[in-house]
Nanobody
Framework: QLQLVESGGGLVQAGGSLRLTCAAS????????MAWYRQAAGKQRELVALVTSDGDITNTDSMKGRFTITRGNVKNTVLLYMNNLKPEDTAVYYC?????????WGKGTLVTVSS
């Protein structure tokens, strides 16, 4: 079992910035990939960005240029830098990881952007 713990969510004004952090309980064997998803109220969960253990990054076009995913200095951690936040970015942000062929999810962290 792999546990994912997210942190960094909160309330921010439009135009502001936040940094989300996700740490996996496995700190030796690299996970295949780590990613951030988000789910707004009444909407489907959508991919924000993904980074593989090799450092390859996939970004969602609508957030490219404002959101940046990076691997943390500690193995199996991932950061999401969110800039120029908009009210429509309000959502629960979930950390996701693929490890030993299985997919894992964190409990999510709420990001609220006020206008």
């Amino acid at each position: 079992q792999l546990q994912l713990v997210e942190s960094g969510g909160g309330l921010v004004q439009a135009g502001g910035s936040l940094r989300l952090t996700c740490a996996a309980s496995e700190r030796v064997v690299p996970v295949t990939h780590m990613a951030w998803y988000r789910q707004a109220a009444g909407k489907q969960r959508e991919l924000v960005a993904l980074v593989t253990s090799d450092g390859d990054i996939t970004n969602t076009d609508s957030m490219k240029g404002r959101f940046t995913i990076t691997r943390g200095n500690v193995k199996n951690t991932v950061l999401l830098y969110m800039n120029n936040l908009k009210p429509e970015d309000t959502a629960v942000y979930y950390c996701n990881a693929l490890y030993n062929g299985m997919e894992y999810w964190g409990k999510g962290t709420l990001v609220t952007v006020s206008s």
